[in-house]
Each structure stands twice: as structure tokens, then as C-alpha cells.
């Protein structure tokens, strides 16, 4: 953007130049000069390349005079544009604009993917997380150099643009993405990032960021199927420390990667039409042979079961919650949805 607004700048300067030495030479040359030859005179004069006058100014002094202007400013001029563009190739703008389309073309072939927009603290902490849990994703911000210092470490799809534009959205591949979680730092961008989500695909799962309690209500009437609320989660946090530290501590060291291994609580859906429906969880074999708990399993409209029975019979939409090492329960989703 920066190189853009130079480039166009400079060459507004340089036309200016033309402009103005061309009118000059007619209108001082008389009707000896023709508009080619005050064209030509201009720009010879400018590029400075030495083919000499092509009608003699020895007797027009005011014509000299407009030529030493041409070649200060039009040299100034003419000089900022080749330095900008000698400059973003020289400090590797250039590259950054190939990366970018690059990184643009790698999105917009990802599918069933998420949307992450914000990433301040706890959008850090989102991509952490999916990453660790091998989840394709888009990251969306306006901060360049927060959004290339994550992608230094994690290296990660970004589009570095503001989140609340419906383009944007559409780049990140909004059409073709099954979640997206908004966290920026208002509410009112939170709402408004919710609502064009929701009109753009209405399947999208959202979640949202929450501030102030009584955007809830607001956010879940835009279409956020989950509204979060940052200082309760905190808060609940620090108690749980307080009452039930073993839990806490059993939960910590479960999230955190242990010998490049990172284990999780995940949710299955059994897709409509599969193999699997009308079967029982022992005949269906769902966990293919992982090390992969299975921990409860509901129906459609029903309440969770469990630690479920092996003789329970799998319906048309039922969920199954798994805990295991990453790679494992990812293996687990994907034996399932392809059946």
C-alpha cells in the first residue's frame, strides 16, 4: 500500500512535468513549435539524454529559463519514481507481493477450514490451538506486524485486512469455511463481524467474543451459535484453581505438548446417510482401532450419555465426545465422515 501511494504520487509528479513543459514550449516556441515538437523538446529535456535543441532557444531566454525549471522538478520527480521502484525490489517488497498472492491461492483452495478474526492475546492462543490440533485456518487482522510475527513462528494463512469488510471475508474463503471465531477487541466489531458472517453463510458456526454481558443476546440474535465472555471464563479459571487444583493441573498438562503430542476432548458427528447408522457402537468400531476414549455420545435433540454402552445403536446425527492424542482423534473424524 505504502509502495502503491509512492508510485502514484510520483508519477501524478511526472505527468505534471510533462504537462506543464509541453503547454510551456507551445506557448513560448510560437507557432514554429508544433505540440510533437514541445512534446519531444519535454521529454528529452527530462530524460536528459542529450540530442540537443530542436528549435534554437539562444533568443528566448524565458524558454531556457522554463527548461532549468523542467529539469529540477521533473528530474526530482522522475528520480522518485525509478528510486520507489528500484526500492521495492531491492527491499524485497516485491517478493512480499508474490508470497501474498501465493498465500492467497493456498486459500482459496482450502475447504471446510476456519476463520480466526483477531489476534491479539487470545486470538495468539486460538492459532496456537489449532495448530496443535491440526486444524486448517485463516487468520484475519489488520496489524501487519503482529500477523507477520505469528506467521514467523507459526507460520500460518493470513490476510491482513480489516475483518468487519465483506470482501475480506469472501478472500479468507468464508463460502467454503465451516467455523469462525471472532475476538476482536469490540463488541460492536464482534456484532458486526457476526452478522455479515452469518449473511454470507449461513451454515458457518460462530463464535464470538463477549465484553459486556448484555451483548449476549446481541451477538446470538446476529447469528453467533456460542457467545464467550472472557473475564467469566478467567474468573471461573482462578476458582477452579482455588477448589479442585488436581483437576486443573490433570487438564494443564493434557493441553500442553508432550513429546511433540498434544491430547484432546473432541466432538464426531456421524454424517447423514453413513455406514454406520443403525449399528452399535461395538459392531460400528468408530475409534478404528486407536488409542482414542471414547467419553459420551448423544442423539439429535438429546441429553449426552455417558461413558455409553457398547450395544447403544448409532442415529442419524449422533455425536460421539473422544479424548486422545491429537493425530489419533483426527484420524478417528475423518475414518468416520468418509464412511
Known amino acids: 500500500m505504502q509502495f502503491r501511494n509512492r508510485l502514484i504520487k510520483g508519477l501524478i509528479a511526472t505527468f505534471i512535468a510533462i504537462a506543464a513543459g509541453t503547454a510551456g514550449y507551445k506557448l513560448l516556441g510560437g507557432p514554429e513549435w508544433s505540440l510533437l515538437d514541445a512534446?519531444?523538446?519535454?521529454?528529452?529535456?527530462?530524460?536528459?539524454?542529450?540530442?540537443?535543441?530542436?528549435?534554437?532557444?539562444?533568443?528566448?531566454?524565458?524558454?531556457?529559463?522554463?527548461?532549468?525549471?523542467?529539469?529540477?522538478?521533473?528530474?526530482?520527480?522522475?528520480?522518485?519514481?525509478?528510486?520507489?521502484?528500484?526500492?521495492?525490489?531491492?527491499?524485497?517488497?516485491?517478493?512480499?507481493?508474490?508470497?501474498?498472492?501465493?498465500?492467497?491461492?493456498?486459500?482459496?483452495?482450502?475447504?471446510?477450514?476456519?476463520?480466526?478474526?483477531?489476534?491479539?492475546?487470545?486470538?495468539?492462543?486460538?492459532?496456537?490451538?489449532?495448530?496443535?490440533?491440526?486444524?486448517?485456518?485463516?487468520?484475519?487482522?489488520?496489524?501487519?506486524?503482529?500477523?507477520?510475527?505469528?506467521?514467523?513462528?507459526?507460520?500460518?494463512?493470513?490476510?491482513?485486512?480489516?475483518?468487519?469488510?465483506?470482501?475480506?471475508?469472501?478472500?479468507a474463503g468464508i463460502h467454503k469455511a465451516q467455523g469462525l471465531i471472532t475476538v476482536l477487541p469490540d463488541d460492536k466489531d464482534n456484532l458486526f463481524v457476526t452478522l455479515t458472517a452469518k449473511q454470507l453463510n449461513p451454515n458457518l458456526r460462530i463464535v464470538s467474543k463477549g465484553i459486556d454481558e448484555h451483548t449476549i443476546k446481541k451477538l446470538k440474535m446476529a447469528g453467533a451459535d456460542s457467545v464467550v465472555l472472557s473475564n467469566a471464563i478467567g474468573g471461573l479459571r482462578m476458582v477452579s484453581e482455588l477448589i479442585r487444583p488436581a483437576v486443573v493441573g490433570f487438564l494443564d498438562k493434557m493441553l500442553r505438548a508432550q513429546n511433540g503430542k498434544s491430547y484432546r476432548f473432541e466432538d464426531v458427528k456421524i454424517p447423514a446417510n453413513s455406514k454406520f447408522i443403525g449399528q452399535t457402537l461395538a459392531k460400528a468400531n468408530l475409534l478404528h482401532n486407536t488409542r482414542v476414549l471414547l467419553v459420551a455420545m448423544r442423539e439429535k435433540g438429546g441429553d449426552f450419555v455417558y461413558n455409553p454402552e457398547s450395544s447403544s445403536i448409532i442415529k442419524d446425527e449422533t455425536v460421539i465426545v473422544v479424548m486422545g492424542e491429537s493425530l489419533e482423534t483426527k484420524r478417528v473424524r475423518e475414518w468416520v465422515e468418509n464412511q
Open 39 to 171: 512534446i519531444y523538446m519535454t521529454i528529452i529535456t527530462l530524460t536528459t539524454v542529450g540530442f540537443g535543441e530542436i528549435q534554437d532557444l539562444s533568443a528566448n531566454p524565458y524558454a531556457r529559463i522554463l527548461t532549468i525549471f523542467i529539469i529540477l522538478f521533473g528530474m526530482g520527480s522522475l528520480l522518485f519514481v525509478v528510486s520507489t521502484v528500484t526500492g521495492f525490489i531491492v527491499e524485497g517488497e516485491l517478493t512480499n507481493v508474490f508470497g501474498r498472492r501465493k498465500m492467497l491461492k493456498e486459500i482459496s483452495n482450502l475447504k471446510n477450514h476456519f476463520i480466526v478474526c483477531g489476534i491479539g492475546d487470545i486470538g495468539s492462543t486460538i492459532v496456537k490451538e489449532l495448530k496443535l490440533t491440526n486444524r486448517d485456518f485463516v487468520v484475519v487482522d489488520t496489524d501487519s506486524e503482529r500477523l507477520e510475527n505469528l506467521n514467523a513462528i507459526e507460520n500460518i494463512l493470513y490476510i491482513n485486512d480489516d475483518a468487519t469488510h465483506d470482501d475480506t471475508l469472501v478472500n
